[in-house]
Structure formats: C-alpha cells, structure tokens
C-alpha cells in the first residue's frame, strides 16, 4: 500500500531532520569530547609540568560557542527552547492552523536574520586569535552556522505545519 504523496514527502522531510540531527548531535559530542580533554590537558600541563597551554582558553571558547549554535537545531528538534503557548486556547480549525504557520513563518524569518546578521559579523571582522594564529571568523562562524540549522528545522516543519501536523 502507497501512502499519500503529502505523507510520503513529510515523512522524507522527518527523516532528513532526522538524519540532520543525529549528525548535529554526533559533531556536538566530539566537540564536547575534545573541550573536555582540552580542559584536563591545560589543567595537567600547568600544575604538574608547570607549561601551560597558552591556546587552551581561546580554543575551549571557539568550542564551546560551536556547540552552543550548533546545539539549537537539536534542541529544537527537541521542544528544549523556551516558548510561550499563545495558542493552546485556540480552537482546532483553520484559524488555529493559519495562527500556526503564520508563527512559523515569523520564526524562519527571524532565524533567517540571525543568520545574516551572523554573516555580516564574519565579514566586518580581520582581527586574529593570538595564541592559536587564527581568524577571529572562525568563532563568530558558528553564529550563522548555528542559525541557518535553525531555519533549516523551521523550514523543513513548514510542510507538516501547512498540512495540519502540529509541532
């Protein structure tokens, strides 16, 4: 038995958010992973061979603000950002559904400034991180970066929201 083209193409869209996910939150674990060894290595390396680690500060924070942004494609694909129910006392209807991707619309528009203005960050800024030799970019990148997952999730709901399919 076929399923319907409508529930055909949103299960797709599930099971690219899907896979998008776990890729997000498998890249967020090494992150954390190596933040962490970072962490100890820096502790061991200034108190028991007294040589600090002069880039570990900068790169634990390059880290970090990745996993942050990164961190809202699953957290929202999890329910985990904090909302406001302005709708659980509307109705089941058209009104209700029209409320609903107009909300949607509103969030992929905002999402979408924030990558741009993330975007514009990246090319204002020359300056470099002195201890590792890099461009300051890099960590600013993860705020459009971090974003653009963020209206990809918005965006890949959009369908389902349209067709009925609360989220």
Known sequence: ?????????????????TVLDRVLSWLAIAILVVMTAL????????YVFQAPLVYSYDLSTLLFAWVVFLGLFSAERDGAHISLDVLGDVPDGIFRRAL???????????????????????????????????????????????FAGLTLIYLLRLPGIVAGRER
């Open 100 to 146: 609903m991707v107009l909300k949607q619309l509103i969030l992929i528009a905002l999402a979408a400034f924030m990558t741009w203005i993330g975007y514009r960050l990246i090319l204002r800024t020359g300056m470099q991180i002195p201890s590792m030799r890099i461009s300051v970019r890099w960590l600013y990148a993860s705020l459009p970066a971090g």
């Open 1 to 17: 038995m076929t399923q319907p083209t409508t529930q055909s193409g949103l299960s797709r869209l599930d099971r690219i958010e």
């Open 39 to 46: 962490v100890i290595a820096a502790v061991a390396a200034r």
